[in-house]
C-alpha cells in the first residue's frame, strides 16, 4: 500500500506499471481461491504457497509482477477477446432499428424521426429569435453591427445526426450512414457568398490576424496545410446549418457608413530555394552510400548526409563547430585528502570509482572528438570507417577506465523534488529551506557542482572540529561520510554522468551512495557506456548542436585505437597497474573536424591499432561479461552492446555479423533487460562458433565482408579521392571485385 501512495505521488511511469500489474495478480489469486474455497482445506500447502508467490512478485520493486503480466496474462488477452465476443453481443444501431419496426411497424418509426427532427428545428428557430434579439439591443446600446452566429444551432444539429446514426459502444459516433453523408454532402448547393467588406476567404492553415485567423489549425499527418478548395471536414453540418433551411427571412440591415482604411503597400514574399527533389532512398540509396538500407533505416536524419552533400565551399556544413560539454577538469582541480587518510580513501577504493580520479583530461581535442561522433551510428553502436566497424566495448571500459563491468545495473528511476530534498538533507546534511532554493535555481532535482565541492570541504573541515573538541565518535563518523558522499556524488556526475549543462549534478544518483559499503555493488562500466552512447545517439543527429557524456573517455579511446590520429604525449607518473586513460595526456588539436575527417577517409590499415590492450591483460583479463551481447541499460536509458560487429577488437576474423534486432531485442522492458544480464549472461555471450578464428593480420575480415559493408555502410564522408595509390586500401576487396567484374565484361 505505501509503494502503491508513492508511485502515484511520485508519477513514477514504471512503478505505478508494475503496481498495478502486482493488484492484478493478486486479485487473480484470491478470486482462484474464492472459487475453490472448498476445497483448499483440504490443501494443507496453499498458504505457504500463496505466501511465496506474493513474496516473489514484490522483490524487487514489483518488477516480477509485471513480467508475469507480459508473459501470461498478455498472452492470454486474444482467448479472453475470443471468448467476450462470443457470449457479449455488440450494440448495433441497424439491429435497435429492426427491433422498433417490429414491435411499432415502419409508420410509427417515421413518425418518431419526424418528431425527432421538428423538436430540434422548433429549438433552432427559438435561438435564432433569441439571437436576432440580443443583436438589436447591443445595436441600440453600442451602435455596433453583429453577425448572428449559429454555434448552439450547429451544435443541436450534430446532436439530431448523431442520435439519427448511432453511437459505437464507446459513445463515440459510427460510421453508420457515411455514404448517405457524404451524398448529401456532394449535391449540397453554392454556399452563400461573402460581402464585399469581408475580403477574400483565408486559405486554411494559415494564419491571418486580419481575417481572425488562428496559429493553431488544422493539419495534415504530413505537417503540411490541408487544402481549401476540398473542404471536407463540415460538409453535412455546414449545408443543414444554413438559414434557408429554416424559413426564415434574413431581416434587412440599416446601411452603415463605411470607413476608408489606408491602403498599405502589398507584402513582399521572400524569395524561397528551389526546393530540391526528394531522394528515394529506398531504391535510389544515397551519396558514398548506403545503397543496401536495410542496416542503417535511419540513416537520412544522419549528420553524414549534409556532409556529404555539401559544397567544397561550404564552411557553414564542412566547418561547423559544435560544443563539446566536459566537466573532467573540475575533477582534476579540487583538492583531495592525502592518501594516509584512510577513512576517505578506503570507501573510495572499496566503491570501484577510484580509478576516476586518475582518468581525466584538462584538455581535449574536440576536432577529432566530433569527426568521430559524425560516423557514429546507433542502428549498429557502432563507428562506420573506411576500415569497417569499431566500437566502445565493456572491455574498453575495464582496460581504460578500471570500472566495474559485472553487477546490478544502475536502476533509479525520477524523482520528486520531496523525495529530493529529503535525501540531501538525510545524507548530506543541508538544510531544507537551502535545498529548495537551490532546486528553484537549477530548476529541478540538481545540487550545483560548487555546491557539493562546498558540502565536501565543509563536512571535512566539521570532522576536524569534532577531532580538536573530543566530540564523540560517531559526530565524527558522520562529517566524514558526508564529506566522501559529497565527494562521490560529484565524481560521477563531472565523469561517467556528465551532462550538457556543465555546472549541476543530478540528485537522483546519490541514493546509490546511501550505504557506502554496498556501492561496489553496482555496474558502474555499464553506466558509463550507456550514457556515452545515449549522447553520441543523439550527437550523430544532424540538428544537433552539442555533444555531452564522458569526453575523457572518448577521447581515450580514440588515441588507444588511432595513436597517430591526434596529437599527445605519455603521463611521466604512469605505472602498468593504473589504467590506459591515465597513460596518455592528449593536445588540443584542431578545433574544427574537416582536417580529421579527411585523415579518416584515406585512413589505411596500420593506422589502426585493432586490439590495444595485450599488454594489459595481466591487469584486466577479458571476462565473459566484455562477450555479453545484448542491452545495456542504466535507469531509463538503455543501450546496445554487439561485440559480434568488432570482432577484430578481439582478435578473430570479422566476418558479416547478424541483425543488431537479434541480439538486442526491440521493445524489451528494462526488467527484462536487468534479468537477462545477470541471470543469462552466459547464454547471450559471443560462443566460439560466432567469434570465428584468430586473424593472422589485425585488420583480417572473411570474404565477401568489405563488399558488404561498402553496401550498407557510409564509409566515406566526402567524395574525394586518396592523393595517391595507398599500399593496401582498406577497401581492397571492393576494388579487387569491381576489377574482376569489368574483366568478365570484356
Given at each position: 500500500?505505501?509503494?502503491?501512495?508513492?508511485?502515484?505521488?511520485?508519477?513514477?511511469?514504471?512503478?505505478?506499471?508494475?503496481?498495478?500489474?502486482?493488484?492484478i495478480?493478486?486479485?487473480?489469486?484470491?478470486?482462484?481461491?474464492?472459487?475453490?474455497?472448498?476445497?483448499?482445506?483440504?490443501?494443507?500447502?496453499?498458504?505457504?504457497?500463496?505466501?511465496?508467490?506474493?513474496?516473489?512478485?514484490?522483490?524487487?520493486?514489483?518488477?516480477?509482477?509485471?513480467?508475469?503480466?507480459?508473459?501470461?496474462?498478455?498472452?492470454?488477452?486474444?482467448?479472453?477477446?475470443?471468448?467476450?465476443?462470443?457470449?457479449?453481443?455488440?450494440?448495433?444501431?441497424?439491429?435497435?432499428?429492426?427491433?422498433?419496426?417490429?414491435?411499432?411497424?415502419?409508420?410509427?418509426l417515421?413518425?418518431?424521426?419526424?418528431?425527432?427532427?421538428?423538436?430540434?428545428?422548433?429549438?433552432?428557430?427559438?435561438?435564432?429569435?433569441?439571437?436576432?434579439?440580443?443583436?438589436?439591443?447591443?445595436?441600440?446600446?453600442?451602435?455596433?453591427?453583429?453577425?448572428?452566429?449559429?454555434?448552439?444551432?450547429?451544435?443541436?444539429?450534430?446532436?439530431?445526426?448523431?442520435?439519427?446514426?448511432?453511437?459505437?459502444?464507446?459513445?463515440?459516433?459510427?460510421?453508420?450512414?457515411?455514404?448517405?453523408?457524404?451524398?448529401?454532402?456532394?449535391?449540397?448547393?453554392?454556399?452563400?457568398?461573402?460581402?464585399?467588406?469581408?475580403?477574400?476567404?483565408?486559405?486554411?492553415?494559415?494564419?491571418?490576424?486580419?481575417?481572425?485567423?488562428?496559429?493553431?489549425?488544422?493539419?495534415?499527418?504530413?505537417?503540411?496545410?490541408q487544402?481549401?478548395?476540398?473542404?471536407?471536414?463540415?460538409?453535412?453540418?455546414?449545408?443543414?446549418?444554413?438559414?434557408?433551411?429554416?424559413?426564415?427571412?434574413?431581416?434587412?440591415?440599416?446601411?452603415?457608413?463605411?470607413?476608408?482604411?489606408?491602403?498599405?503597400?502589398?507584402?513582399r514574399?521572400?524569395?524561397?530555394?528551389?526546393?530540391?527533389?526528394?531522394?528515394?532512398?529506398?531504391?535510389?540509396?544515397?551519396?558514398?552510400?548506403?545503397?543496401d538500407?536495410?542496416?542503417?533505416?535511419?540513416?537520412?536524419?544522419?549528420?553524414?548526409?549534409?556532409?556529404?552533400?555539401?559544397?567544397?565551399?561550404?564552411?557553414?556544413?564542412?566547418k561547423?563547430?559544435?560544443?563539446?560539454?566536459?566537466?573532467?577538469?573540475?575533477?582534476?582541480?579540487?583538492?583531495?585528502?592525502?592518501?594516509?587518510?584512510?577513512?576517505?580513501?578506503?570507501?573510495?577504493?572499496?566503491?570501484?570509482?577510484?580509478?576516476?580520479?586518475?582518468?581525466?583530461?584538462?584538455?581535449?581535442?574536440?576536432?577529432?572528438?566530433?569527426?568521430?561522433?559524425?560516423?557514429?551510428?546507433?542502428e549498429?553502436?557502432?563507428f562506420?570507417?573506411?576500415?569497417?566497424?569499431?566500437?566502445?566495448?565493456?572491455?574498453?571500459?575495464?582496460?581504460?577506465?578500471?570500472?566495474?563491468?559485472?553487477?546490478?545495473?544502475?536502476?533509479?528511476?525520477?524523482?520528486?523534488?520531496?523525495?529530493?530534498?529529503?535525501m540531501?538533507?538525510?545524507?548530506?546534511?543541508?538544510?531544507?529551506?537551502?535545498?529548495?532554493?537551490?532546486?528553484a535555481?537549477?530548476?529541478?532535482?540538481?545540487?550545483k557542482?560548487?555546491?557539493?565541492?562546498?558540502?565536501?570541504?565543509?563536512?571535512?573541515?566539521?570532522?576536524?572540529?569534532?577531532?580538536?573538541?573530543?566530540?564523540?565518535?560517531?559526530?565524527v563518523?558522520?562529517?566524514?561520510?558526508?564529506?566522501?558522499?559529497?565527494?562521490?556524488?560529484?565524481?560521477?556526475?563531472?565523469?561517467?554522468?556528465?551532462?550538457?549543462?556543465?555546472?549541476?549534478?543530478?540528485?537522483?544518483?546519490?541514493?546509490?551512495?546511501?550505504?557506502?559499503?554496498c556501492?561496489?555493488?553496482?555496474?558502474?562500466?555499464?553506466?558509463?557506456?550507456?550514457?556515452?552512447?545515449?549522447?553520441?545517439?543523439?550527437?550523430?543527429?544532424?540538428?544537433?548542436?552539442?555533444?555531452?557524456?564522458?569526453?575523457?573517455?572518448?577521447?581515450?579511446?580514440?588515441?588507444?585505437?588511432?595513436?597517430?590520429?591526434?596529437?599527445?604525449?605519455?603521463?611521466?607518473?604512469?605505472?602498468?597497474?593504473?589504467?590506459?586513460?591515465?597513460?596518455?595526456?592528449?593536445?588540443?588539436?584542431?578545433?574544427?573536424?574537416?582536417?580529421?575527417?579527411?585523415?579518416?577517409?584515406?585512413?589505411?590499415?596500420?593506422?589502426?591499432?585493432?586490439?590495444?590492450?595485450?599488454?594489459?591483460?595481466?591487469?584486466?583479463?577479458?571476462?565473459?561479461?566484455?562477450?555479453?551481447?545484448?542491452?545495456?541499460?542504466?535507469?531509463?536509458?538503455?543501450?546496445?552492446?554487439?561485440?559480434?560487429?568488432?570482432l577484430?577488437?578481439?582478435?578473430?576474423?570479422?566476418g558479416?555479423?547478424?541483425?543488431?534486432?537479434?541480439?538486442?531485442?526491440?521493445?524489451?522492458?528494462?526488467?527484462?533487460?536487468?534479468?537477462?544480464?545477470?541471470?543469462?549472461?552466459?547464454?547471450?555471450?559471443?560462443?566460439?562458433?560466432?567469434?570465428?578464428?584468430?586473424?593472422?593480420?589485425?585488420?583480417?575480415?572473411?570474404?565477401?565482408?568489405?563488399?558488404?559493408?561498402?553496401?550498407?555502410?557510409?564509409?566515406?564522408?566526402?567524395?574525394?579521392?586518396?592523393?595517391?595509390?595507398?599500399?593496401?586500401?582498406?577497401?581492397?576487396?571492393?576494388?579487387?571485385?569491381?576489377?574482376?567484374?569489368?574483366?568478365?565484361?570484356?
Open positions: 500500500m505505501c509503494a502503491s501512495v508513492q508511485a502515484i505521488e511520485t508519477d513514477s511511469y514504471e512503478q505505478t506499471k508494475h503496481l498495478i500489474s502486482y493488484w495478480l493478486l486479485s487473480l489469486i484470491y478470486l482462484f481461491e474464492y472459487a475453490l474455497i472448498s476445497l483448499i482445506p483440504w490443501f494443507q500447502p496453499w498458504l505457504y504457497i500463496k505466501l511465496m508467490i506474493i513474496f516473489w512478485l514484490t522483490i524487487p520493486d514489483f518488477g516480477r509482477a509485471s513480467y508475469v503480466y507480459n508473459n501470461l496474462i498478455r498472452s492470454m488477452k486474444p482467448k479472453i477477446d475470443t471468448w467476450r465476443k462470443c457470449f457479449v453481443e455488440e450494440d448495433n444501431f441497424l439491429m435497435h432499428v429492426e427491433k422498433y419496426m417490429k414491435e411499432n411497424g415502419s409508420e410509427a417515421e413518425k418518431f424521426i419526424a418528431s425527432k427532427n421538428t423538436m430540434c428545428w422548433n429549438n433552432a428557430k427559438m435561438t435564432n429569435e433569441i439571437i436576432a434579439t440580443d443583436n438589436k439591443e447591443v445595436l441600440k446600446t453600442n451602435g455596433i453591427r453583429l453577425q448572428p452566429e449559429h454555434k448552439d444551432i450547429t451544435f443541436l444539429i450534430k446532436i439530431n445526426m448523431e442520435e439519427n446514426v448511432g453511437r459505437g459502444r464507446h459513445g463515440k459516433p459510427s460510421n453508420a450512414n457515411a455514404s448517405a453523408r457524404r451524398e448529401l454532402a456532394a449535391n449540397r448547393p453554392a454556399k452563400r457568398g461573402r460581402s464585399k467588406q469581408q475580403g477574400p476567404i483565408p486559405a486554411r492553415g494559415t494564419y491571418d490576424a486580419e481575417a481572425g485567423g488562428s496559429r493553431t489549425r488544422t493539419r495534415s499527418r504530413l505537417g503540411q496545410a487544402n481549401a478548395a476540398e473542404d471536407d471536414d463540415f460538409d453535412a453540418d455546414q449545408f443543414l446549418n444554413q438559414d434557408a433551411e429554416y424559413g426564415e427571412p434574413e431581416e434587412p440591415q440599416p446601411d452603415e457608413p463605411q470607413i476608408e482604411e489606408p491602403q498599405q503597400p502589398p507584402r514574399r521572400p524569395q524561397q530555394r528551389p526546393r530540391q527533389p526528394r531522394r528515394d532512398a529506398a531504391n535510389e540509396g544515397y551519396g558514398g552510400g548506403p545503397s538500407m536495410s542496416l542503417l533505416t535511419q540513416y537520412g536524419n544522419h549528420r553524414a548526409v549534409p556532409i556529404w552533400d555539401a559544397e567544397p565551399d561550404d564552411h557553414e556544413v564542412l561547423r563547430t559544435l560544443r563539446c560539454q566536459d566537466s573532467g577538469k573540475k575533477v582534476i582541480n579540487i583538492v583531495k585528502p592525502p592518501r594516509s587518510e584512510r577513512w576517505f580513501w578506503d570507501p573510495i577504493e572499496a566503491s570501484g570509482l577510484e580509478p576516476l580520479t586518475r582518468v581525466n583530461f584538462s584538455v581535449l581535442d574536440y576536432g577529432v572528438i566530433w569527426a568521430f561522433v559524425e560516423r557514429w551510428h546507433p549498429t553502436s557502432t562506420h570507417l573506411p576500415l569497417g566497424e569499431l566500437g566502445i566495448t565493456l572491455d574498453d571500459v575495464q582496460c581504460l577506465l578500471h570500472l566495474p563491468i559485472q553487477g546490478k545495473f544502475l536502476n533509479h528511476t525520477k524523482m520528486s523534488r520531496g523525495e529530493g530534498a529529503d540531501v538533507s538525510s545524507y548530506l546534511g543541508v538544510e531544507r529551506e537551502e535545498i529548495d532554493m537551490t532546486f535555481e537549477t530548476n529541478g532535482v540538481h545540487l557542482h560548487s555546491t557539493l565541492q562546498t558540502l565536501y570541504t565543509t563536512n571535512q573541515t566539521s570532522a576536524e572540529r569534532a577531532i580538536a573538541e573530543n566530540k564523540p565518535a560517531h559526530v563518523r558522520l562529517y566524514r561520510e558526508r564529506s566522501v558522499r559529497a565527494f562521490m556524488l560529484h565524481l560521477v556526475c563531472c565523469t561517467i554522468f556528465s551532462n550538457k549543462s556543465s555546472y549541476y549534478a543530478d540528485v537522483v544518483y546519490l541514493q546509490y551512495f546511501q550505504d557506502l559499503s556501492v561496489h555493488e553496482w555496474n558502474w562500466g555499464a553506466a558509463a557506456l550507456v550514457h556515452l552512447q545515449h549522447y553520441l545517439d543523439h550527437g550523430s543527429a544532424v540538428s544537433t548542436t552539442q555533444m555531452a557524456g564522458y569526453m575523457s573517455f572518448l577521447q581515450g579511446w580514440i588515441i588507444a585505437h588511432f595513436p597517430r590520429l591526434s596529437v599527445w604525449v605519455e603521463a611521466s607518473r604512469y605505472t602498468a597497474n593504473m589504467p590506459l586513460n591515465s597513460k596518455v595526456v592528449p593536445g588540443q588539436g584542431h578545433k574544427d573536424a574537416a582536417g580529421y575527417r579527411s585523415s579518416l577517409d584515406n585512413i589505411q590499415t596500420y593506422d589502426c591499432v585493432f586490439s590495444p590492450y595485450d599488454a594489459h591483460r595481466q591487469v584486466r583479463p577479458l571476462i565473459n561479461a566484455c562477450w555479453f551481447s545484448g542491452w545495456l541499460r542504466c535507469g531509463k536509458l538503455k543501450a546496445k552492446h554487439l561485440p559480434e560487429r568488432v577484430r577488437q578481439f582478435q578473430h576474423v570479422q558479416i555479423p547478424r541483425n543488431p534486432s537479434m541480439s538486442a531485442t526491440p521493445g524489451m522492458n528494462l526488467c527484462k533487460i536487468d534479468r537477462v544480464f545477470t541471470e543469462e549472461l552466459e547464454l547471450r555471450m559471443i560462443d566460439e562458433e560466432m567469434r570465428g578464428r584468430p586473424v593472422t593480420s589485425p585488420w583480417d575480415t572473411e570474404p565477401g565482408y568489405m563488399s558488404w559493408f561498402y553496401r550498407v555502410s557510409h564509409p566515406v564522408m566526402r567524395p574525394v579521392q586518396a592523393p595517391e595509390s595507398p599500399p593496401r586500401p582498406p577497401n581492397l576487396e571492393v576494388l579487387i571485385e569491381a576489377a574482376k567484374q569489368e574483366m568478365t565484361l570484356i
